[in-house]
Protein backbone atom coordinates (compact mmCIF):
# COMPACT_ATOMS: atom_id res chain seq x y z
CA UNK A 1 0.00 0.00 0.00
CA UNK A 2 1.43 3.46 -1.17
CA UNK A 3 2.33 5.72 1.94
CA UNK A 4 3.47 9.45 2.56
CA UNK A 5 5.92 10.17 5.53
CA UNK A 6 6.39 14.13 6.05
CA UNK A 7 9.32 14.11 8.62
CA UNK A 8 8.76 17.06 10.89
CA UNK A 9 5.05 18.35 11.69
CA UNK A 10 6.21 22.03 12.33
CA UNK A 11 9.91 23.75 10.56
CA UNK A 12 10.54 27.42 11.35
CA UNK A 13 12.90 29.29 9.32
CA UNK A 14 14.63 32.73 9.49
CA UNK A 15 13.67 34.79 5.92
CA UNK A 16 16.40 34.63 3.57
CA UNK A 17 17.01 31.25 5.29
CA UNK A 18 17.28 27.55 3.04
CA UNK A 19 13.94 25.79 3.11
CA UNK A 20 13.56 21.88 2.93
CA UNK A 21 10.74 19.91 3.72
CA UNK A 22 11.42 16.32 3.48
CA UNK A 23 9.05 13.92 1.88
CA UNK A 24 9.49 9.81 1.89
CA UNK A 25 6.85 7.72 0.12
CA UNK A 26 6.43 3.71 -0.24
CA UNK A 27 4.94 2.49 -3.44
CA UNK A 28 5.21 -0.80 -5.10
CA UNK A 29 5.32 0.73 -8.39
CA UNK A 30 7.21 3.46 -10.11
CA UNK A 31 5.18 6.87 -8.48
CA UNK A 32 3.66 10.19 -9.02
CA UNK A 33 4.58 12.51 -6.78
CA UNK A 34 3.12 15.78 -5.71
CA UNK A 35 3.53 18.74 -3.72
CA UNK A 36 0.94 20.93 -2.37
CA UNK A 37 0.64 24.33 -0.07
CA UNK A 38 -2.33 25.56 1.98
CA UNK A 39 -3.02 28.79 3.23
CA UNK A 40 -5.02 29.35 6.44
CA UNK A 41 -8.88 28.25 5.48
CA UNK A 42 -8.21 27.83 2.20
CA UNK A 43 -8.16 24.74 -0.32
CA UNK A 44 -4.55 23.31 -1.89
CA UNK A 45 -2.33 24.85 -4.23
CA UNK A 46 -0.27 22.55 -6.36
CA UNK A 47 3.00 23.75 -5.84
CA UNK A 48 5.01 21.40 -8.45
CA UNK A 49 4.94 17.32 -9.80
CA UNK A 50 6.96 14.66 -10.71
CA UNK A 51 5.75 11.99 -13.63
CA UNK A 52 7.83 11.03 -15.20
CA UNK A 53 11.21 12.27 -16.84
CA UNK A 54 13.84 14.62 -15.30
CA UNK A 55 13.92 13.91 -11.17
CA UNK A 56 14.74 17.63 -10.74
CA UNK A 57 11.09 19.53 -10.72
CA UNK A 58 11.00 23.12 -10.95
CA UNK A 59 7.56 24.40 -9.50
CA UNK A 60 6.03 28.15 -8.26
CA UNK A 61 6.97 30.58 -6.17
CA UNK A 62 10.51 29.11 -6.09
CA UNK A 63 10.44 25.82 -5.18
CA UNK A 64 11.62 22.85 -6.33
CA UNK A 65 11.75 19.35 -5.20
CA UNK A 66 14.18 15.86 -6.43
CA UNK A 67 12.79 12.35 -6.95
CA UNK A 68 15.25 10.05 -5.55
CA UNK A 69 14.57 6.84 -6.13
CA UNK A 70 17.13 5.03 -4.19
CA UNK A 71 15.80 7.12 -1.03
CA UNK A 72 12.47 6.83 -2.02
CA UNK A 73 12.69 10.75 -0.86
CA UNK A 74 10.81 14.08 -2.96
CA UNK A 75 12.16 16.66 -0.58
CA UNK A 76 11.12 20.32 -0.87
CA UNK A 77 13.47 23.33 -1.46
CA UNK A 78 13.83 27.01 -2.18
CA UNK A 79 17.20 28.83 -1.77
CA UNK A 80 15.70 31.67 0.02
CA UNK A 81 12.39 31.75 2.33
CA UNK A 82 10.18 34.48 2.07
CA UNK A 83 7.63 35.89 4.89
CA UNK A 84 5.06 35.11 2.15
CA UNK A 85 6.16 30.79 2.39
CA UNK A 86 4.53 30.27 5.47
CA UNK A 87 2.07 28.13 4.90
CA UNK A 88 1.32 24.18 5.63
CA UNK A 89 3.00 21.88 2.64
CA UNK A 90 1.79 18.47 1.85
CA UNK A 91 3.61 15.99 0.21
CA UNK A 92 1.49 13.48 -1.67
CA UNK A 93 1.29 9.99 -3.81
CA UNK A 94 -0.10 8.51 -6.57
CA UNK A 95 0.37 5.52 -8.88
CA UNK A 96 -0.15 4.56 -12.19
CA UNK A 97 -3.29 2.94 -12.46
CA UNK A 98 -4.93 3.85 -9.32
CA UNK A 99 -7.09 6.48 -11.10
CA UNK A 100 -5.22 9.21 -9.68
CA UNK A 101 -6.23 9.00 -5.86
CA UNK A 102 -3.77 10.79 -4.16
CA UNK A 103 -2.39 9.85 -0.88
CA UNK A 104 -1.37 12.44 1.27
CA UNK A 105 0.83 12.54 4.57
CA UNK A 106 0.04 14.80 6.87
CA UNK A 107 1.72 17.87 6.33
CA UNK A 108 4.14 20.16 7.70
CA UNK A 109 3.32 23.95 8.94
CA UNK A 110 6.40 26.17 7.61
CA UNK A 111 6.82 29.32 9.39
CA UNK A 112 8.87 32.46 8.42
CA UNK A 113 10.62 34.18 11.09
CA UNK A 114 11.05 38.40 10.11
CA UNK B 1 -10.17 30.31 -16.39
CA UNK B 2 -12.56 29.57 -14.31
CA UNK B 3 -10.75 27.05 -11.32
CA UNK B 4 -12.88 24.55 -9.08
CA UNK B 5 -15.31 26.28 -7.17
CA UNK B 6 -17.28 24.43 -4.25
CA UNK B 7 -20.88 25.91 -2.29
CA UNK B 8 -21.51 26.36 0.61
CA UNK B 9 -18.34 27.76 1.95
CA UNK B 10 -19.41 27.10 5.44
CA UNK B 11 -22.39 24.81 6.97
CA UNK B 12 -23.50 23.99 10.48
CA UNK B 13 -25.43 20.75 10.82
CA UNK B 14 -26.87 18.68 13.52
CA UNK B 15 -25.82 15.05 14.39
CA UNK B 16 -28.53 12.51 12.35
CA UNK B 17 -28.76 15.34 9.66
CA UNK B 18 -28.16 14.76 6.19
CA UNK B 19 -25.58 17.57 3.98
CA UNK B 20 -24.93 18.00 -0.12
CA UNK B 21 -22.01 19.58 -0.94
CA UNK B 22 -21.55 20.65 -4.51
CA UNK B 23 -18.21 21.02 -6.78
CA UNK B 24 -17.84 22.56 -10.38
CA UNK B 25 -14.71 21.59 -11.74
CA UNK B 26 -11.71 23.40 -13.80
CA UNK B 27 -12.87 23.96 -17.45
CA UNK B 28 -11.53 21.44 -19.42
CA UNK B 29 -11.48 18.62 -16.72
CA UNK B 30 -13.80 15.76 -16.70
CA UNK B 31 -13.17 13.92 -13.47
CA UNK B 32 -14.00 15.13 -9.75
CA UNK B 33 -12.33 13.96 -6.89
CA UNK B 34 -13.29 14.43 -3.05
CA UNK B 35 -11.37 14.63 0.20
CA UNK B 36 -11.91 15.15 3.49
CA UNK B 37 -9.27 16.82 5.34
CA UNK B 38 -10.05 16.99 9.74
CA UNK B 39 -8.35 19.66 11.43
CA UNK B 40 -4.76 18.91 11.63
CA UNK B 41 -4.66 16.14 8.95
CA UNK B 42 -3.44 15.78 5.35
CA UNK B 43 -6.70 14.93 3.02
CA UNK B 44 -8.02 11.78 3.07
CA UNK B 45 -9.78 10.38 -0.46
CA UNK B 46 -13.35 9.67 -0.39
CA UNK B 47 -14.24 8.76 -4.10
CA UNK B 48 -13.62 10.52 -7.66
CA UNK B 49 -15.96 10.47 -10.05
CA UNK B 50 -15.68 9.95 -14.04
CA UNK B 51 -18.21 9.71 -16.59
CA UNK B 52 -21.12 9.73 -14.08
CA UNK B 53 -19.76 6.87 -12.04
CA UNK B 54 -17.89 6.44 -9.04
CA UNK B 55 -14.59 4.75 -10.12
CA UNK B 56 -12.75 4.38 -7.25
CA UNK B 57 -13.66 4.59 -3.51
CA UNK B 58 -11.82 5.10 -0.72
CA UNK B 59 -12.31 3.75 3.44
CA UNK B 60 -15.48 5.59 3.70
CA UNK B 61 -18.31 4.30 5.07
CA UNK B 62 -21.92 4.15 2.75
CA UNK B 63 -23.48 7.15 4.33
CA UNK B 64 -20.98 8.93 1.73
CA UNK B 65 -22.32 8.84 -1.40
CA UNK B 66 -21.87 11.01 -4.79
CA UNK B 67 -23.27 11.89 -7.69
CA UNK B 68 -21.62 13.75 -11.27
CA UNK B 69 -23.57 15.51 -13.51
CA UNK B 70 -23.46 15.33 -17.40
CA UNK B 71 -21.71 18.84 -17.54
CA UNK B 72 -18.82 17.51 -15.18
CA UNK B 73 -20.14 18.91 -11.77
CA UNK B 74 -20.49 16.47 -8.52
CA UNK B 75 -22.41 16.53 -5.06
CA UNK B 76 -21.21 14.82 -2.27
CA UNK B 77 -24.00 13.94 -0.65
CA UNK B 78 -23.49 12.48 3.84
CA UNK B 79 -26.44 10.87 5.67
CA UNK B 80 -26.75 10.60 8.86
CA UNK B 81 -24.43 12.78 10.11
CA UNK B 82 -21.66 11.60 13.20
CA UNK B 83 -19.75 14.52 15.16
CA UNK B 84 -16.67 12.92 13.62
CA UNK B 85 -17.89 13.78 9.88
CA UNK B 86 -16.93 17.67 10.86
CA UNK B 87 -14.03 18.48 8.56
CA UNK B 88 -13.25 20.48 5.46
CA UNK B 89 -14.33 18.85 2.39
CA UNK B 90 -12.19 18.95 -0.41
CA UNK B 91 -13.38 18.86 -4.26
CA UNK B 92 -10.75 18.44 -6.74
CA UNK B 93 -10.39 18.07 -10.80
CA UNK B 94 -8.09 16.85 -13.76
CA UNK B 95 -8.48 15.70 -16.98
CA UNK B 96 -8.56 11.98 -17.82
CA UNK B 97 -6.42 10.43 -19.82
CA UNK B 98 -3.18 12.81 -19.57
CA UNK B 99 -1.42 10.46 -17.69
CA UNK B 100 0.07 13.02 -14.57
CA UNK B 101 -3.02 13.11 -12.26
CA UNK B 102 -2.15 16.22 -11.62
CA UNK B 103 -5.25 17.51 -9.30
CA UNK B 104 -6.47 20.63 -9.01
CA UNK B 105 -8.53 21.84 -5.79
CA UNK B 106 -11.25 24.03 -4.67
CA UNK B 107 -11.61 26.35 -0.99
CA UNK B 108 -13.53 23.95 0.46
CA UNK B 109 -16.47 23.31 2.43
CA UNK B 110 -16.06 23.91 5.97
CA UNK B 111 -18.48 21.07 7.62
CA UNK B 112 -19.41 21.27 11.37
CA UNK B 113 -22.10 18.82 13.02
CA UNK B 114 -23.21 19.83 16.03
Known amino acids: AQSVTQLGSHVSVSEGALVLLRCNYS??????LFWYVQYPNQGLQLLLKYTTGATLVKGINGFEAEFKKSETSFHLTKPSAHMSDAAEYFC????????????FGKGTKLSVKP | DAGVTQSPTHLIKTRGQQVTLRCSPKSGHDTVSWYQQALGQGPQFIFQ???????QRGNFPDRFSGHQFPNYSSELNVNALLLGDSALYLC?????????????FGPGTRLTVL
Open chain 1, 27 to 32: SSVPPY
Open chain 1, 92 to 103: AVSEWGSQGNLI
Open chain 2, 92 to 104: ASSLAGTGDFAQY
Open chain 2, 49 to 55: YYEEEER
